[in-house]
């Protein structure tokens, strides 16, 4: 008989892949069962066409999290556009009878906080070159040899500009409350880390807030911390 552990999906940020959390996979003791997850167009899905459509990646990240689910709790982990995801995919999977334990979000504020942004910015993913790539250093998860690198960065700005446009052209239109426990995480230098407690409006249950010290990209700097709070956040033991 195959002992059946609980699970972690993990969604990834813009340009990012199945790969991106190696980071913390390797720290998650072994009791769990880790998922990296991610959208077509990149990493082992290269070979797959882009996805531009916000309901689309939800689908795709739904569908993914179905196919490798067993009978033990699980929780979900977006990072940045991961984050935002996250909450449609947790509560279209309530809709399905099969709720997360809990939604754990790093680098970003909610829901609404970020339009403004945009509406102050104008929309990233069309962005022209030059603004693009000065927006990606801002951000911080883009290494400057892939900027500096014009095949490099032709070969990963589509990826990038794509995932914008998932989160920036239009998200699903509804006023979304979830039943699962939010935990939330920002890097204090991020610009809307004041803002943080807006995960509050997005479930019936408690919602954690907090602010560690970093940029956008803090989790990072933080492997150890990130991955006690996946851990705990099943039995909701974070203080």
């Not at 459509?53 to 990240?61: C, G, K, L, P, Q």
């Not at 993913?125 to 032709?154: A, P």
């Not at 995932?163 to 204090?188: H, R, T, W």
Request: net charge negative; aromatic share 10%.
């Amino acid at each position: 008989m195959i002992y059946q552990k609980p699970q972690i999906f993990m969604l990834h940020f813009a340009g990012g892949n199945s790969y991106s959390f190696v980071f913390l996979k390797e720290k998650i003791s072994n009791a769990f069962e880790v998922h990296a997850l991610e959208l077509p167009g990149r990493g082992k899905r290269f070979k797959e066409e882009l996805i531009k459509n916000s309901e689309v990646a939800i689908d795709d990240y739904v569908q993914q999290i179905r196919s490798k689910r067993n009978n033990k709790p699980f929780i979900i982990y977006g990072h940045s556009m991961g984050a935002t995801l996250g909450l449609f995919v947790a509560k279209k999977l309530e809709r399905l009878l099969d709720i997360p334990s809990a939604l754990v979000v790093t680098g970003n504020p909610g829901l609404g906080v970020k339009d403004e942004e945009t509406a102050h910015k104008g929309k990233r993913y069309l962005m022209g070159e030059t603004d693009f790539k000065e927006e990606l250093r801002e951000l911080g998860g883009v290494s400057d040899e892939i900027l500096e690198n014009e095949e490099l960065y032709s070969f990963f700005s589509p990826q990038i500009r794509a995932d914008f446009e998932v989160i920036e052209k239009g998200l699903p239109s509804e006023n979304i409350v979830i039943q699962s426990p939010v935990y939330a995480f920002m890097g204090a230098e991020e610009k809307c880390s004041d803002r943080i407690e807006n995960w509050k409006r997005f479930t019936a249950n408690h919602c954690n807030c907090d602010v560690w010290e970093g940029n956008h990209f803090f989790i990072n700097d933080h492997p150890e911390a990130l991955v006690r709070i996946l851990e705990k956040s099943f039995d909701h033991s974070i203080n």
